[in-house]
């Protein structure tokens, strides 16, 4: 069987690792844009794995987490092929913005076409040229500009074959999420390829814990698919992830400024002061609080508010206090030791 990898009119053969830059479109200086793509294809067949990143242009800790795990030495022992994609959205990191020139969200515009929109042919060239070829794949995000989530795991956790990856990867919080028409997992879903989504972070900055959870996650999901060898020897390992049965977004019940109370990760029961919203002279003031027991898994980090912004993202779990156990100890810690190999920077481990 012919196990040789082509994208973009490469050819990576077993046991070959290349960069491809994949022509997109053409700016009106007569620029090109090319989407970067590195390849690494093993000598030894196994399953085929993508990792992408950027495809929100302003979320940028995916870029960080495949540059590391590029340099992850253990990669010259792998099984299958790697494709990964630190830019999908180049239009969007170029801009600091989210969105792509047309303003259109390319999480929105799956599965394309190749005559249609911006979005729509940026997003058939993805389908066609990574996620075709692929078995498995995991796709990197942060939360909004403003917004911080907490690392968690997006995933159809019905799927038991996606589930064990899910719980693989090492995340402190699984949520069993629903596909939205338009996004890459749901066009994956449909080509039958199992994908994990990584929420964690922030637009437009860089979050140490967030990123080596992400680069250590990945090379857990590749442990357990036997792409890269298990380990040898047992090491201590933080708590095993919980599933939220739900989670839901405590909006500003007015506008005006706001102080928060409740931190990233922290347990909250039900009527817990989350924070308060006050108009700029002090007023009038308003408590908001919690109406469920839960974690906080996403957080606004901006203190101007109008009424219904989105303040606190809470999820709901049967024993809150182990999942505020696994965040715990996630986020506290030597959550992730050291390994030769496994990372470029020792001194972040």
């Not at 590029?70 to 022992?77: A, E, I, N, Q, T």
């Not at 929105?108 to 498995?136: K, M, N, W, Y």
């Not at 080509?191 to 090379?219: C, H, K, N, T, W």
């Not at 009527?271 to 109406?291: K, R």
Request: proline share 7%.
């Amino acid at each position: 069987m012919d196990r040789s990898i082509r994208i973009g009119g490469a050819e990576i053969k077993p046991g070959e690792r290349r960069s491809i830059c994949l022509p997109v479109a053409t700016l009106y200086t007569h620029t090109p844009v090319e989407m970067p793509v590195h390849v690494i294809n093993g000598r030894h067949p196994g399953p085929r794995l993508f990792v992408t990143a950027a495809i929100h242009g302003d979320e940028l800790n995916g870029i960080e987490i495949i540059r590391r795990l590029l340099r992850v030495r253990l990669l010259s022992r792998l099984r299958g092929s790697l494709i990964a994609v630190p830019i999908i959205n180049v239009f969007g990191v170029l801009n600091h913005s989210r969105y792509l020139p047309d303003r259109r969200d390319l999480n929105r515009s799956f599965p394309g076409t190749e005559r249609g929109s911006l979005a729509a042919r940026v997003a058939d060239l993805v389908l066609q040229e990574i996620v075709g070829p692929c078995s498995h794949g995991i796709d990197l995000h942060t939360g909004a500009l403003h917004r911080s989530n907490l690392p968690q795991i997006r995933a159809n956790l019905d799927d038991p074959a996606t589930e064990a990856l899910a719980r693989a990867f090492g995340a402190p919080v699984l949520l069993n999420s629903d596909l939205r028409d338009g996004s890459l997992r749901a066009a994956a879903a449909e080509r039958g390829i199992p994908m994990l989504l990584y929420e964690a972070g922030e637009a437009l900055r860089f979050d140490e814990i967030s990123i080596r959870g992400g680069v250590a996650g990945i090379v857990n999901v590749m442990r357990t698919l036997e792409m890269l060898p298990a380990l040898r020897t047992r090491r201590q390992r933080h708590k095993e992830p919980v599933v939220a049965r739900s989670s839901f977004w405590v909006r500003a019940p007015k506008g005006g400024i706001v102080r928060t109370h409740a931190k990233l990760g922290a347990r909250v029961d039900k009527s817990s002061l989350l924070g308060t919203v006050a108009d700029p002279f002090g007023d009038e003031e308003e408590q908001i609080v919690s109406p469920y027991s839960g974690i906080v898994i996403g957080r606004s980090s901006l203190p101007l508010v109008n009424e219904g912004d989105a303040l606190f993202h809470i999820a709901r779990f049967q024993r809150p206090g182990e999942a505020a156990r696994a965040v715990e100890s996630y986020t506290e810690g030597d959550v992730f030791p050291a390994e030769p190999g496994i990372h470029e920077e020792p001194e972040i481990l």
